[in-house]
């Protein structure tokens, strides 16, 4: 097996062993970014120098015993849009292209106490605000198994990379399905935690009450193993559950036998890909198989979800986002004439165009007038919407659904913002009730595209979810290496 092949499991175990170094595993996947990275683009920036000398670090340590963790010398990938110290995070925008945070995000600071190597920020749609990493002001990602095709978003970077075998693990974060999408369309496993497990400190905000930062990696045991190292209690975020958090791969392997899951008839419903529901039923089959009770059930409000989202999340951008006025940090216009109009140029220069989109929509329906007719019943929406969830785990311990209606789908296929939109339809409800929740592959399209099926659970249900999805992992073995059919763009 060659070092970048490895999984997270079997670095972690071939480190420990001394059968390979930190700096040969670090090395080996630069190659391979080297390699396959103009053919995919999948990276901002590669932190190739200091890489390397961590790693070094990292060697050292262990030759005298002294290791601090069992992932001290493991290279990651993180979205660029979690703050890195030293390490440029631009969101992915003009906005801020030449940002260099002072501090690092609390997930990093986790990661670089556990000897984590961060090998590259990877790409993004602007700000997050997207569902393709076509929308990047820097550059368009390529799926892995087809050029030509995206590969999700917002997070499509940190999926392509981990797809393509840069890394065996990486960090991305969640609005509305921006891992779980992605990590669909790549063929990979990602993780969106309960709402408050990980800190959102550093992570630079979106729409703050749906955020959440959470792992990509190649298989469901890699996703725990990452999990547990960024989970945990930050003071510095309000929303941050001061609980010990379970080892997530404790129990993992213990089967379905016993467990309920639910199938709600409205993610079967009109524009649904039939491959996709194929995959999806074949995968309900299997979990009767291994044991568990699978039945249709229903989920009154998905039909509103989608809405509210747009809405809440809008709004809360629009609030975020205001910061960004060439005065404090970041982009500013050349030439402009007197401060409003600095306002107005800086903005109009440094954000793109779903950027623009999403703030205008989000003053909209704060405005006067349109706060109670739009904003308000989107959030007392959102309050049914999480009852119904609750209603649902009173008697299933995980829910099954498609991930996105269709795999990936060819780059500039949709121009059509609303296209764009529904492509999130399965994944969005999660965010607005704070579930758990991940994607993982459970097959490929007739056109070797990966189809991915999602499992949703409990706020801090992410135990049974992982049992549930190691269980099927074993029906639907991870992927392996992609095509990277297509040719070149």
């Known amino acids: 097996m060659k070092a970048h092949e490895m999984t997270l499991a079997q670095a972690i175990d071939a480190l420990d062993k001394k059968e390979i170094s930190s700096v040969e595993l670090t090395q080996a996947l630069l190659n391979r970014i080297d390699e396959e990275e103009p053919k995919v683009r999948a990276l901002n920036c590669v ?57 690092d995000a ?123 190292a960024i989970c945990g209690h930050d003071h510095r975020d309000s929303t941050s559950m001061n609980l010990a958090h379970p080892d997530y791969t404790q129990g993992i392997k213990d089967g379905v036998k016993g467990m309920k899951i639910g199938l709600p008839k409205e993610y079967f419903g009109e524009g649904l890909d039939k491959d996709v529901k194929d995959a999806i039923m074949k995968a309900a089959r299997a979990f009767e198989k291994l044991g568990a009770a699978v039945e249709e059930t229903t989920l009154p409000t998905f039909d509103y979800a989608l809405a509210a989202y747009y809405i809440i999340s809008s709004a809360e951008a629009t609030s975020n986002l205001s910061r960004y006025d060439g005065v404090k940090y970041g982009y500013r216009a050349k030439h402009y004439d007197g401060i409003v109009d600095m306002y107005i140029q800086t903005r109009n220069e440094g954000f793109g165009a779903e950027v623009k989109r999403r703030l205008m929509l ?52 949709k121009s059509d913002p609303m296209q764009m939109y529904l492509t999130d339809i399965y994944t969005v409800p999660v965010n607005i009730a704070g579930l758990a929740a991940m994607s993982l592959p459970c097959g490929l399209s007739p056109e070797g595209l990966p189809i991915g099926l999602q499992l949703i659970a409990k706020p801090l249900g992410e135990p049974a979810m992982l049992r549930a999805a190691y269980a099927l992992e074993q029906e639907f073995p991870p992927l392996g290496e992609p095509s990277f059919a297509g040719g070149e763009q």
């Open 362 to 413: 989000g003053n909209y329906v704060l405005s006067s007038g349109y706060y109670d007719a739009y904003y308000l019943k989107a959030l007392k929406e959102r309050t049914l919407i999480k009852r119904d969830f609750d209603a649902l785990f009173e008697k299933y311990d995980c829910i099954l659904s498609p991930t996105a209606p269709a795999p990936a789908f060819k780059i500039g296929e």
């Open 106 to 228: 609390h997930v990093i600071e986790l990661l670089k106490k556990q000897g984590v190597i961060t090998l590259a920020k990877s790409n993004l749609d602007e700000f997050a605000m997207g569902s393709s990493t076509e929308n990047s002001a820097f550059a368009i990602t390529a799926n892995p198994w087809d050029l030509n095709s995206v590969p999700g978003g917002s997070s499509g970077g940190s999926a392509a990379a981990v797809s393509a075998m840069y890394a065996p693990m990486a960090l991305g974060s969640d609005t509305g399905g921006s891992i779980r999408q992605p990590a669909a369309y790549c063929g990979v496993v990602g993780i969106k935690p309960t709402y408050g497990a990980v800190s959102r400190y550093g992570l630079v905000a979106f729409a703050s009450s749906l955020d959440q930062i959470g792992p990509f990696a190649r298989t469901v045991e890699d996703a725990a193993i990452s999990l547990n």
């Open 47 to 103: 932190c190739r120098d200091t890489a390397l000398m961590q790693a070094a670090e990292s060697d050292a340590r262990r030759a005298k015993g002294e290791a601090k963790s069992a992932l001290d010398g493991i290279p990651a990938i993180v979205k660029d849009n979690i703050c890195t110290e030293g390490i440029p995070t631009t969101c992915s925008s003009r906005m801020l292209q030449n940002f260099v945070p002072p501090y």
